[in-house]
């Protein structure tokens, strides 16, 4: 268990959002995502939601049915987000 984890427990959401920080820098899928967490396409599906309302993740289309995701590196919240992950793992 990882240092946000300990403090917020271990959520769909909180899984999602970690994958994402690992491949900051890199776009993916949901099945991509799923694969990576053991979480179901649905349930990635449904806890990306509000980080994309949230405008911390950022979903591109490539095509009519295929969408790629990743953090939006340029949003204020997101840079809190990685600044307060890196601080907590460093604490450890």
Do not use: W
Request: proline share 2%.
């Amino acid at each position: 268990m990882d240092a946000l984890e300990e403090i917020f427990g271990k959520t769909a959401q909180m899984t999602v959002l970690k994958n994402l920080i690992a491949h900051k820098d890199e776009s993916t899928y949901l099945s991509g995502i799923a694969d990576e967490t053991g979480l179901s396409h649905s349930s990635v599906a449904r806890v990306i939601t509000p980080l994309i309302k949230s405008d911390i993740v950022i979903e591109k289309p490539l095509g009519k049915q295929i969408r790629t995701f990743r953090l939006n590196l340029e949003n204020e919240k997101t840079k809190l987000i990685l600044d307060f992950y890196d601080r907590l793992n460093r604490m450890k």
